[in-house]
């Protein structure tokens, strides 16, 4: 069964649709990525996912007992504050927060899931240091594994390589496919067609045509081959 | 020193200290807040809008003012707040106008209706504070402890959400956090802290207690909760230096602690800026 399903969504800003009747799926353990032009209106996908925007139609339906705030999120280059204070510890619990509900104070095991995150990411030895100090990619990290600390199951991530240098981005990749493999749903934007054909089980294209299907599907699709030549066409 | 210990055994001095540690601690724990969150203009539209009503109070001859000006206040927070994420309307141009309105009226006000004879002072004093913390009822001194209280305990208690709201809000809405409530909750808490802060400084510079211990602190510290800490002890440290030298020196308290805000932040800025960061 779909934990997440979409149907005949439209999307948009003041009565501006920019996606139409968008239909996708996603199973638990698939790994989705999402991509298309700039402005095509991924990152709206990805807000109306997470209940931070509503769609102008259609509907989103979660299932199988994925619940609403068990999804973890990587923002697009989040404009956290330049001068914010505050450590990588601080920032990895707080991803547990809504675990707390009203419960002032974190308890041992939101801890230690911070703990064992900051591990997974290997960021432990950073724990301590300013985030603003750190660099794009270890900055990353920290976000990663504050999303881990708010799922078991479902991960959005809205570019999560972008500003990353070729070998930290392939690592990137690698840790997003291992935490594939250890059972988490993976929703990934990305402008790079090559990782996402990859890596992803699922593509699904969004722009002036409209792709949902497996990536051997997406290989051999027409959507593909438009817009193949649409990017040749505009290098030339 | 032995002056300073002549002074403290009169009551009013006691009551001066406690009343201006109190609300330089409150103010200082929502400042880093409020400056984090670009929200340190809130700060000073809401100052403006507590003179707006204490004006209308002190015409209404209230007995006590706050009973007018803490509903005013929290109300105009609770609004500010929804414009300045609601509309399309610039939320710090919304602001001005309101505070410059609430400030314009209240003079207004006040020089139509008053009967005192020293207008300029009652307006200055409400504007720059007054001598008026050396002059406290023992009721409000009370009404200043719970409020403080209040203020502290509910920061302690809603520290961690405080904190995810601030850093990253859209993470925080994304995972079910209901992050407007706890706007909502900042902003009446701002709001009753700049409604008591009115009796120490005057609303003009209520924003500096809030601002330059966060400001200072933020100099030193690399983590949130060492710049809470840091910003809350620099300046309840700063404001008990002010009002003591202002009691020794005659100087007026309000600008007093500013000013001594100010040093210490000069200070922190050169160690910030020499020192390793911790
Ligand atoms: N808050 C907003 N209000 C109005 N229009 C918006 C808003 N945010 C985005 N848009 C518009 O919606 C369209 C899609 O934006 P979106 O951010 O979803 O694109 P994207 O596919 O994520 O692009 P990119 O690859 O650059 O990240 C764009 O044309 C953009 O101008
Ligand atoms: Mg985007």
Known sequence: MAIITAEHLTLGYDSQAIIKDLHFSVNAGDYLCIVGANGSGKSTLMKTLLSLQPPMSGTIRFGDGLKQNEIGYLPQQTVVQRDFPASVREIVLSGCQARCGLRPFYNKEEKALAEQNMERMSITHLADRCYRELSGGQQQRVLLARALCATRKVLLLDEPVSGLDPKVTAEMYQLIKDLNKEGITIIMISHDIDAALNYSSHILHIGEHIFFGTRDQYLHSKTRRMFLEEEKGGEA | ?278
């Open chain 2, 1 to 278: 020193m032995d002056k300073i210990g002549l002074y403290l055994q009169y009551p009013f001095v006691r009551y001066a200290l406690i009343v201006g540690v109190l609300i330089a601690l409150c103010s200082s724990l929502l400042g880093v807040t409020l400056v984090l969150k670009r929200f340190s203009f809130i700060g000073d539209g809401l100052s403006h809008v507590a003179f707006g009503a204490m004006s209308i109070a002190a015409v209404l001859n209230l007995t006590n003012h706050m009973l007018l000006v803490l509903p005013i206040t929290v109300l105009s927070a609770i609004l500010l707040l929804r414009t300045g994420q609601n509309t399309k309307i610039k939320g710090d141009a919304a602001i001005a106008m309101i505070s410059v309105g609430a400030l314009a009226f209240g003079y207004l006000i006040m020089n139509i209706f008053s009967t005192s004879s020293n207008l300029s002072g009652d307006v200055c004093s409400t504007l720059f504070g007054s001598t008026s913390i050396l002059t406290l009822s023992i009721w409000e001194v009370v009404l200043c402890i719970v409020l403080s209280l209040a203020v502290v305990v509910i920061f302690v208690l809603f520290y961690h959400k405080i904190f995810a709201v601030t850093f990253d809000e859209s993470f925080a809405k994304a995972t079910g956090i209901k992050a407007d409530q706890y706007n909502l909750l900042i902003a009446v808490v701002i709001a009753v802290i700049i409604v008591l802060a009115m009796n120490l400084v005057g609303s003009l510079l209520i924003s500096a207690l809030v601002i330059f211990p966060a400001l200072s602190a933020m100099r030193m510290f690399g983590s949130f909760r060492a710049v809470t800490i840091c910003s809350a002890v620099l300046s309840v440290i700063c404001a008990f230096l002010g009002i003591m030298i202002s009691i020794v020196a005659g100087t007026p308290v309000g600008s007093t602690i500013v000013a001594v805000d100010v040093a210490a932040f000069a200070i922190c800025y050169v160690i910030g800026r020499f020192g390793k960061k911790a």
